[in-house]
């Protein structure tokens, strides 16, 4: 019994990290721009929250959105927000 809880476990984890790690890829053909996101229009969480459609005012600096690559930097305010090294 013990056994099958723990396999359990494990299991919902890896999928879990499978769907997040999905979730976090970036979309073929887009950029993440940031400073141009509506509150509520955002596509992912920040350090100040786990989720997409949670910024709570328009233009903040660090939510961001996907556009299509190229577009970002016309937009007044835009800027690509570059990955993670």
């Not at 494990?10 to 890829?25: D, F, N, S």
């Not at 920040?46 to 005012?57: I, L, V």
Request: with cysteine.
């Amino acid at each position: 019994m013990k056994h099958s809880i723990v396999l359990s476990a494990a299991i919902g984890a890896l999928l879990t990290t499978g769907v997040a790690g999905t979730a976090l890829a970036a979309k073929p053909g887009f950029e993440k721009c940031t400073g141009i996101v509506k509150a509520g229009q955002n596509d992912c969480g920040t350090s100040g929250h786990a989720c997409a459609g949670q910024a709570s005012k328009d233009s903040a600096p660090d939510e961001w959105i996907y556009v299509p690559i190229g577009t970002c930097e016309k937009i007044v305010g835009g800027k690509v927000k570059q990955p993670k090294k």
